[in-house]
């Protein structure tokens, strides 16, 4: 369901947190504090590196959580440019669809200005080809041509969702770190789809890269289906908006926020991180079986519960194949596997099931989809 139910469906204990706290008080804005919403807050900041001051604002979405964001990194700079990567996606709210590199997802209206774009590190398929250094220079470049020479920020997917889960290679996101700092910016790490011990490394994804962002945005798993984002960034950073009246209405909602804590809870009780690992570890297996086997799978890719199929109509030339990839996913609604069809062609199948996804789960659900595959590449 979008990445968004992370412990499973209706899980009863977030069930239950929810109706208490819908009976005791369903609603308090962010002007006020709340025990909930305030104990959550600090759970949700002990999950982060410690020896920083983290500050946590609450959101309603993802989308919104990149605007603040946006705000948040030019205010605490004084400046205005900023860099995202081509074939990301960031929401569709102003702020956040002006961050966005895919085209379907921008509207044919004027953008939030200051933006420019870098090639991002798809080592399948990207511009630059398979090392990291070019799409360094890249940004290095960029800077140079594109900007004033200073910039606010950087904003970057650990893992790229909408674009087909691309994750950054080893090395990016601490060399685009060190990119913007120098050219006086601040990294901003979206963990929207890629947070919640979703990879089954870490619980933000970013922890694998030795690298500690300036700013994080969060949704999605946070919640488990109920509506919660969060600002995650370095007290320093934060207080740059202290003068300013900022709050959203819904923002930091009670009943949201209780659903959050269970989340954190039944994520570290049930071992759903490690779950994630293993299961999802299981699961890249197969798919890779798949691969050998049919060749219109040109790449498959991901860590976790976070995996990709991109088909492709030929390997050595990687034409993608969004009329395949739009038969096979629906034959696989047929059989009642719900999957994501996505990326810049539209020719990437995503699987991004709940955490707690088990074992004895894998077997019929890619059996099922080998047979959808099977069927639409009969001639």
């Known amino acids: 369901m979008n990445v968004c139910v992370s412990v499973g469906h209706a899980h009863p204990a977030v069930v239950q947190a929810v109706c208490e706290q819908a009976q005791e008080l369903p609603h308090s804005t962010t002007m006020f504090y709340h025990a909930v919403s305030s104990h959550y807050a600090e759970e949700l900041a002990a999950t982060f590196l410690k020896g920083h001051d983290w500050v946590v604002y609450l959101t309603n979405s993802g989308s ?44 044919n209206a004027a953008q939030v200005p200051g933006i420019t774009f870098v090639p991002e590190p798809n080592l399948y398929r ?32 650990t893992v790229q969702g909408y674009s087909g889960i691309v994750e950054m290679p080893e090395g990016y996101l601490k060399g685009a770190a060190e990119r913007a700092r120098a050219a006086g910016g601040l990294l901003v790490v979206d963990e929207v789809q890629s947070g919640v ?8 994804a970013f922890e694998s890269h030795d690298v500690v962002p300036d700013i994080v945005v969060a949704a999605k798993g ?48 049930d071992k759903l991180q490690s779950n994630a690992a293993h299961v999802g570890g299981l699961s890249l297996a197969r798919l890779r079986d798949l691969q050998q086997r049919y060749p219109v799978i040109g790449d498959v890719r991901g860590s976790g519960l976070m ?37 810049p062609h ?10 707690c996804l088990s074992e004895v789960d894998i077997e019929p659900v890619i059996d099922a989809f080998e047979a959808c595959l099977a069927a639409a590449t009969t001639v």
């Open 64 to 107: 919104e959580a990149v605007d603040l964001a946006l705000m948040m990194a030019r205010a605490s700079t004084g400046h205005t440019d900023f860099l995202s990567l081509q074939n990301s996606y960031h929401g569709p709210t102003a702020g956040a669809q002006a961050l966005t590199g895919i085209a379907g997802f921008r509207q």
């Open 307 to 343: 995996l990709a199929l991109e088909f492709v109509k030929d390997r050595n030339t990687k034409e993608p194949d969004p009329d395949l990839t739009a038969e096979v996913f629906e034959q696989t609604r047929a059989e009642g596997i719900i999957m994501s069809k996505s990326g």
């Open 346 to 355: 539209r020719s990437v199948l995503r699987l991004v099931p709940p955490l």
């Open 126 to 157: 990207g511009m630059l080809g398979a090392h990291v250094a070019p799409y360094l220079d890249a940004i290095d470049q960029t800077i140079r041509t594109s900007t004033s020479g200073s910039i606010a920020g950087m904003i970057v997917e």
């Open 197 to 204: 011990g979703r990879t089954g490394r870490a619980f933000w």
């Open 222 to 269: 946070l919640g488990n289906g109920f509506p919660l984002g969060a600002v995650i960034a370095k007290r320093a950073v934060a207080e740059a908006m202290a003068d300013k009246f900022m709050f959203h209405t819904y923002g930091s909602n009670p009943v949201a926020c209780a659903a959050g804590r269970e989340v954190l809870r039944v994520r570290q009780e």
